[in-house]
């Protein structure tokens, strides 16, 4: 669970804005948005398995970069 304690003479928005920070940070938003709809388990393994293959793609395109330019 995220938790700001506003500091002495801080405005709503700052303290606000820290808040939404840490929110961003511990995930909450992520994990809210992914439980909103039931999702069928081969559906996300389904999706685990394209987001895996999208990172391995990146990872390829990176090394070949590096590779590239030395």
Request: with cysteine.
């Amino acid at each position: 669970m995220a938790e700001v304690r506003v500091k002495e003479g801080e405005t709503f928005e700052r303290a606000m804005k820290r808040f939404r920070r840490a929110v961003d940070r511990a995930g909450i938003r992520k994990e809210c948005r992914r439980r909103m709809f039931y999702v069928k388990p081969s559906e996300q393994r389904r999706i685990k398995r394209r987001q895996a293959e999208r990172r391995r793609r990146k990872a390829l395109r990176r090394q070949r970069l590096r590779e590239s330019g030395n």
